[in-house]
């Protein structure tokens, strides 16, 4: 676990932006750090090291790779990213100065690479949740790692720690550029906006988990839109009812805190669970409904997985990304708490199918329909499913290029003819 994914401000200042370095030359990464040599010992070796070993990419040049590379080498106390994070820290904000060449590679780069909304991981192996009150709203002004892997982080934090949940909009994925690579790890920008959706919710063995979510400067604030005491009108009744926000215990044993109407969560809310389960979003007469993000706990089956998506009567219903301790990844629809309608599902690396990719229908669960499977050495095949298994027609496309026209029962297949680009060429 790297101790940059731990670099966090609790100091909540108020300074002022800095875009001076905008108007710096892109210049390379010796260059763009010659003022800062003089600050950090072996500066010049790192910048080798970052060069020589930085990951090549059709996104990004040498030099901005090797500048996200020098980012993430971990040398102790004077690692480059804790200078650099110290410096945009600073209240004296002409002391960056020297850095805006490097922050000009830094934001070319990271600008290059596509915005992720996803829910990302922070943690701080002690008890700073206090420092984070509900509707706060703060600014951090350092590059801040963060990682998609909640595992990543939490199996590095002791007891009385704290953990914090980020529902992002713009993390930036540098995974593949980082010098350790399979720790999913995304940043977000300097002067990235946070707004306290719950703070200090205790979870087993000590542990205290901040919910956090991105605003955008136009991004009307939680806090500000939902007030402490307001009146929706009952349409079925055309009676008021009066949303308090309250503590209650829900049947299942649920600790909730959130909007309730006659003591029945409705609005918005976050739940957990004396099982390590947490929930925050929406609720609709004491079950989850609308937009909400749940972790399982320890001493669930689902231990380590991840959802953000759409809720509908207490069930995953609409879009939606689950996310599996083992790195499976599904991305789509949901009908009734199960995969239904259009979805991607990956496979992580720590399953048999690490590297497959299914892009397809889905009924009632499993893969039924038309879909596309591409394996991790490079074979595809497209074509129909029926109950999660190949049946009917199908193109089956080998890694070295050729092509069978296939005929599946039930998983098994039955015929197959190959292609070419005149049409069919022999029985296989």
Known sequence: MSVRYCDIDLEHKKLPPVYGYLSSPLVS????????????????????????????SDHLTKEESAALYLYTLEFGDQSFYRVL???????????????????????TALNKLPSKKLPLWRGVDADVSRSFQQGQLVTWWSVNSCSSSVNAIKDFLGTDSTLFMIKALNGKNISAYTCNTNENEFVLMPGTRLEVVSGGLDHSNGLHIVYLREVDDDDESMSASVSSLKLNEATSTGLSSIVV???????????????????????????????????????????????????????????????????????????????????DRYEGEYKDGKRHGRGIQTWGKDTKWFGDLYDGEYEDGKKHGRGIYTYANGDRYEGEYKDDKKHDRGIYTYANGNRYDVEYNNGERISEKRLTDCGVLSHA
Request: charged residues 25%; contains cysteine; positive net charge.
């Open 29 to 56: 990464l010796e260059v763009s750090l010659e003022k800062i040599i003089p600050f950090i010992d072996n500066l010049q070796r790192y910048i080798k090291i970052a060069k020589q070993h930085c990951h090549s």
């Open 85 to 107: 994070n110290k410096a945009l820290r600073d209240e004296n904000r002409a002391a960056l100065k020297p850095w805006f060449p490097y922050l000009k590679l830094l934001d």
């Open 245 to 327: 926000k309250k503590k209650v215990i829900l049947a299942d044993s649920g600790s909730y805190e959130g909007d309730t109407v006659a003591d029945v969560p409705n609005g918005r809310g976050v739940c957990a669970w004396a099982t390590g389960t947490h929930y925050t979003g929406g609720w609709q007469d004491g079950k989850m409904h609308g937009q909400g993000i749940q972790t399982w706990g320890r001493d669930t089956k689902w231990y380590g997985d991840g959802y953000d998506g759409e809720y509908k009567n207490g069930k995953k219903h609409g879009r939606g990304n689950y996310t599996y301790a083992n790195g």
